[in-house]
């Protein structure tokens, strides 16, 4: 596809082991890793605690004190745009690896690598237009604005999609100068580390990018509680959220939190249902429904409803769960736990409110974390199966009569993170995209987790903070106002 495809085999690097200061080292205890589609163990990983936080974080004052605190804009974007390339280069690689560390079916795993590398290109080209701004002021006085960087920023990744939030967080804090310390999720950091390792070898400064595998109750809180750390970008569930922002209150250091969703697609009478409907299965069953902005409710006007529930049953019915490499519809869940929290739902669900199931295949490992996509319909927008976050393959549909009770049901849960309409009604789409309570609202489309250039964040207990973008790039640098009095 590019032309010179390389391997990552080529970049060694040992998943046991951590990275700081430029210098990967074992750290003496280790962590089980798992392949989802099996169950069986494939490996160990670094279990890092507060030792290794604290010397990742000198690490990184060290490196704003040196050769990447020096760095000219320019130069931050050329070396972005050279990990970018050896993303793309290695993109089968990464793609292959994330398949057997989070369990996805290889395209949508490559998909994601493919989002890295844009993110990379994105923020490279970025990285020297981000301008100040002069303000008019009293006579005598010349006023301008800088944005600088934070200094050590903290990342703290969940496990569903390593590739595309590094690529959005450190991306974008790398643009901006900062340093940043790494924590990727315990149950899928492979990726983490294999971008640390091309980082690296495209000439990122020693201690710029700093990675500490290790357990969120360990690392993770080590790196929240840590006084050296000026900013925390912090995705993954509501709970852990708000230790993050208990622990950064704490510092008094500013945090960005992408939480979870119950993301809703509107679905007018007047939509064109043939373009609507591959939209409204696939953005609930991507990632086997493991993803922060799925849409797990479709709102269908009454006149549809039943041809809209008809047809998307036509559709989970053909749906084909099975291990990464087979790169079926759906793939395993993360781990044994997620798929009793995941079934614990749906054992809410009577059997007239099932409506259709997938079909998990018949040489499935027995030992992997498969659950066959599940439709729902005839629950109350209330129930806790239409308000809740199942984080699995499973949707709910849920009839309304007219705008006003559409606009009600979507934005009753207590998230706020994606919402699309469909509808040919232009004045009917800009109402909407207006009152609903979303940080994106997509019309007659819908990007779960896509659009690098998008920005993207919750309200509510989705969280706050907008990445991805541009505007990432404020939220990872600070505003200076420079006041010059000359007379
Ligand atoms: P999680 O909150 O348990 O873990 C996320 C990360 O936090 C992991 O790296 C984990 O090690 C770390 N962590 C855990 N305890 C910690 C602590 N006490 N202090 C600091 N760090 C700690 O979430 P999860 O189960 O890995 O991911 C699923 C959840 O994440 C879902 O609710 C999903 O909606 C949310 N999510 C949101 C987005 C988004 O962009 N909004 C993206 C992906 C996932």
């Not at 409907?277 to 991507?286: D, S």
């Not at 997509?442 to 989705?462: C, D, M, Q, R």
């Not at 404020?474 to 000359?486: D, E, I, N, P, R």
Request: aromatic share 6%; net charge negative; charged share 20%.
């Amino acid at each position: 596809m590019d032309g010179h495809a390389s391997s990552l085999r080529e970049l060694w690097f040992d998943p046991a082991q951590v990275f700081i200061g430029g210098v990967w080292r074992d750290v003496g205890a280790h962590l089980p890793l798992e392949d989802p589609s099996t169950g069986a163990p494939i490996g160990q990983i670094a279990r890092g605690g507060a030792d290794e936080i604290d010397a990742a974080v000198q690490a990184a004052q060290a490196a704003l004190a040196g050769d990447w605190g020096r760095a000219t804009a320019a130069e931050r974007g050329r070396i972005l745009a050279r990990i970018g390339q050896m993303v793309l280069a290695r993109a089968d690689d990464l793609a292959a690896l994330e398949a057997s560390d989070v369990g996805k079916p290889l395209k949508q795993a490559r998909a994601d690598a493919l989002a890295l590398a844009r993110y990379m290109e994105f923020y490279a080209g970025a990285a020297d237009k981000v301008m100040g701004e002069t303000i008019p002021y009293l006579d005598g006085y010349t006023v301008y604005t800088l944005r600088e960087p934070h200094g050590v920023t903290g990342h703290i990744v969940p496990w569903n999609y390593p590739m595309q939030i590094i690529g959005r967080s450190v991306g974008a804090a790398l643009t901006m100068g900062n340093a940043c310390v790494l924590k990727p999720a315990e149950e899928a950091c492979l990726t983490a580390l294999a971008f640390a390792r091309i980082a690296e070898a495209a000439g990122l400064p020693k201690g710029a990018l700093n990675v500490v595998p290790g357990l969120g109750e360990e690392a993770g809180a080590a790196l929240t509680a840590h006084p050296g750390v000026n900013h925390i970008s912090f995705t993954g569930s509501v709970g852990v959220g708000r230790l993050v922002q208990g622990a950064a209150a704490q510092n008094l250091v500013p945090v960005t939190l992408e939480l979870g969703g119950k993301s809703p697609q509107v679905v007018f009478a007047d939509a064109d249902l043939e373009k609507a409907l591959p939209f409204l299965v696939n953005a609930g069953i991507q990632n086997a429904g493991q993803t922060c902005s799925a849409s797990s409710r479709i709102l269908v006007e009454r006149p549809l409803y039943d041809q809209v529930v008809a047809r998307m049953a036509e559709r989970y019915a053909a749906l084909r769960v099975g291990p990464a490499r087979a790169d079926l519809d759906v793939g395993p869940l993360i781990s044994a736990r997620q798929k009793e929290i995941v079934e614990g739902f749906l054992g809410l669900a009577s059997g007239d409110e099932i409506v259709a199931r997938g079909q998990i295949v018949g040489d499935a490992p027995k030992g992997g974390h498969y659950v066959a996509p599940t439709l729902m319909a005839g629950l109350s927008p209330d129930h806790r199966l239409a308000q809740d976050e199942i984080f699995g393959p499973a949707q709910v549909v849920l009839p309304f009569e007219d705008e006003e009770e559409a606009v009600a049901i979507a934005n009753g849960t207590a998230y706020g993170l994606v919402a699309s309409v469909w509808s040919e009604n232009g004045g009917r789409q800009m109402r909407l995209a207006k009152r609903l309570r979303a940080g994106q609202v997509f019309i007659n489309n819908y990007g779960a987790g896509g659009g690098v250039e998008l920005p993207f964040g919750g309200t509510g207990k989705s969280g706050h903070g907008r990445e991805k973008g541009f505007e990432a790039l404020y939220g990872f640098s600070v505003l200076k106002t420079v006041a010059a009095h000359h007379g």
